[in-house]
């Protein structure tokens, strides 16, 4: 059942939160052994949440459109009396004194709290092999990756463990993982939705996004925590419009704009050829495709491994072994500072800090994160003038189906180019969606189709998402559902 189906259940009285929530834990209970989504699950709190819901709607107190339908988050939010460890072992058993914006919006919603779901540690990775507790398995097949950094997120919902979930975005992580799950996912514009609360990995780039099985779900998901938060300097000082509104418009007159740059002639058949078909059916649905130039794309995973590990360089320095979570003995405080880091970060994270100090270094600073500022300023010029001609970008959210585990674990390389399409969005702040396209051909895994649309406009994008997704018939069909 989708959350908006849930919800249309809720409050025709056909269903209790209670009941629902419930469904939700025995999937989980059920699945979680094989899966591994849960980092801490929360069972017993979402239950009396849901009990709370099922009374404010029997006494007809105000109820918000979703109130009772459960939602479980990334371990990178931070959770009010519960554990919350970005991944890492650092944090390793760290109580947060408060909830992150999206947590709050999402509770003062009436949304019942699963758990936290596994990731990559602070978000650095693809696959959630980097998470310092344990690897999640894609539903589709169990000896492949979610994808990641936010894996757990993208397993549960496609597994129909929770109707839908919260991961972040940085590089592509978000977009990759439910690309490899066969299910929605959203990076907002840079700023739609607050970062309070959210264990920083680059500041300039995360972004938190909704997980769902379905575009009108992603959307609502959204709506909840979107908007203006005082307490993050960099969310944008407007109201979110009503995502819902406009949403069956339909694509037709839209511009749709294939990048040069991004040719599929390099993937897999099967791949391509979903990619394609969908191109083509955005078309039929009444788009004009355009070919558009964006010579600084390729340039994209480059820039995005100089400022996105120097932003980190400078966020991970406050895990000291005096604040938060781990404290390594040692005989003075140097040197358990240094122990700590050393047995508390993973090697993953150790080589992004040594990246980005290096970047960052006097002598180094024009040449590496200066450099890729500059290509991060060409990307957006270029995409504002792309923008001139065209409503939106489609491309492949993923260059390929969902890997094994342990195919990229030695190639960092490798690994980093999982985000080849993701990551200029994210350079430039856009709002971009992945959006299934039905199975690749050669293995019979999800391929995901992504949108980017202009900065603030996720309107159109979920739009576009939308009708894409219903001539599809994707959302609810027999295809649509991996066998468990
Ligand atoms: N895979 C990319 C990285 O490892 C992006 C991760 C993310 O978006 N959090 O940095």
């Known amino acids: 059942m989708s959350a908006t189906e ?6 025709s009285g056909e269903l209790s939160s209670e009941e629902l929530t419930a469904g939700a834990i ?3 209970t059920a699945l979680d052994p094989r899966l591994g989504v849960y980092l801490q699950e929360t069972y017993e709190r979402a239950l009396e949440e849901a009990r709370s819901s099922d009374e404010r709607r029997a006494n007809k107190r105000s109820c918000s459109a979703f109130d009772g339908v459960p939602v479980a988050y990334k371990d990178i939010f931070v959770t009010k ?4 460890t970005a991944g890492s072992r650092i944090l390793e058993g760290w109580v947060p004194p408060y909830d992150a914006t999206v947590v709050e919006r999402c509770k003062g919603a009436g949304l019942p709290g699963l758990g ?3 990731l990559d540690e602070f978000a650095m990775g693809s696959s959630t092999e980097n998470s310092a507790y344990h690897t999640t ?3 589709w097949d169990d000896q492949r990756v979610p994808g990641g950094s936010s894996g757990g997120s993208a397993a549960a919902v496609a597994a129909g463990m929770v109707p839908w979930a919260w991961g972040t975005d940085t590089g592509g992580s978000v977009r990759q993982p439910a690309s490899l799950c066969g299910i929605v996912g959203v990076k907002p514009t840079y700023g739609r939705v607050s970062r309070y609360g959210i264990v920083a990995f680059a500041s300039s780039l995360d972004q938190a996004g909704p997980l769902a099985r379905t575009v009108e779900d992603a959307a609502a998901l959204l709506q909840l925590a979107a908007g203006h938060d005082p307490r993050d300097s960099t969310s944008i000082p407007q109201e979110a419009p009503d995502f819902a509104t406009g949403m069956d418009g339909g694509v037709q007159g839209l511009r749709i704009g294939i990048v040069t740059e991004f040719s599929t002639d390099g993937l897999a058949k099967g791949l391509r050829d979903r990619v394609e078909e969908s191109y ?3 078309e039929k649905l009444g ?3 355009e070919e558009i130039s964006l010579p600084s794309f390729e340039h994209g995973i480059s820039a995005y491994y100089l400022v996105a590990p120097a932003e980190a360089s400078s966020n991970l320095a406050r895990y000291d072994g005096v604040r938060y979570g781990l404290r390594s003995d040692a005989e003075d405080i140097v040197a358990m500072t240094s122990r700590t880091r050393d047995e508390g970060f993973g ?6 800090i040594m990246l980005g100090t290096y970047a960052l270094s006097a002598g180094y600073y024009d040449a590496y994160y200066g450099k890729a500022q500059k290509v991060r300023t060409l990307t957006i010029a270029e995409l504002e003038r792309a923008y001139q001609n065209v409503d939106l970008i489609a491309c492949p959210s993923s260059p390929t189906t969902a890997f094994r585990i342990g195919e990229r674990t030695d190639d960092p390389l490798e690994m980093y180019l999982s985000d080849i399409f993701t990551v200029p969005v994210n350079l430039a702040g856009n709002a971009a969606i992945s959006v299934p396209c039905g199975l690749s051909d050669d293995d019979g895994l999800p391929v995901g189709l992504q949108l980017v649309a202009k900065a603030l406009d996720e309107a159109t994008m979920f739009r576009a998402a939308y009708a894409f997704e219903q001539d599809l018939s994707w959302a609810g069909s027999e295809q649509s559902r991996p066998r468990l």
Request: hydrophobic content about 35%.
């Open 347 to 352: 090697t993953e994270v150790k080589r992004r």
């Open 116 to 118: 936290k779901l596994n």
């Open 137 to 139: 398995r894609n539903p």
């Open 280 to 282: 083509l059916r955005l």
């Open 81 to 84: 009396g519960v554990t919350t």
């Open 6 to 11: 849930a919800a249309a259940g809720l409050s």
């Open 287 to 289: 788009a004009t495709l």
């Open 26 to 28: 025995e999937r989980s």
